[in-house]
């Protein structure tokens, strides 16, 4: 079993910056695959990025160039880097662990998930 816990959501004006972390607790957190999504209101929740055990990386076309992922391992910690946020970014970001070798921009790819992190970007 592994437990998330995601922080560092809020309000933050277009342009603005975030950074959220990911506390996993439990089996070592640098055996899994790490992912992040979003979900707005009366969407579906959708794919933002991910990082490998292998450290590759991968990133939604929307965020890319603007979002970074990273991973410390010796802290069991995910982070996602937030930049030049816009109003289409507000959402309830979640962040998640899987140790299967598969298509990372998908939910099925993990098996334990965070509770949440709203953000909100305001115009």
């Known amino acids: 079993q592994v437990q998330l816990v995601e922080s560092g959501g809020g309000l933050v004006q277009a342009g603005g910056s975030l950074r959220l972390p990911c506390a996993a607790s439990?089996?070592?957190?640098?055996?899994?695959?790490m992912g992040w999504f979003r979900q707005a209101p009366g969407k579906e929740r959708e794919f933002v990025s991910a990082?490998?055990?292998?450290?590759?990386?991968y990133y939604a076309d929307s965020v890319k160039g603007r979002f970074t992922i990273s991973r410390d391992n010796a802290k069991n910690s995910g982070f996602l880097q937030m930049s030049s946020l816009k109003p289409e970014d507000t959402a309830v970001y979640y962040c998640?662990?899987?140790?299967?070798?598969?298509?990372?921009?998908?939910?099925?790819?993990?098996?334990?998930w965070g509770q949440g992190t709203q953000v909100t970007v305001s115009s």
């Open positions: 998640a662990a899987g140790a299967r070798m598969a298509n990372v921009r998908i939910p099925g790819a993990y098996d334990y």
């Open positions: 439990g089996r070592t957190f640098s055996g899994y695959n």
């Open positions: 990082i490998r055990r292998s450290d590759s990386t």
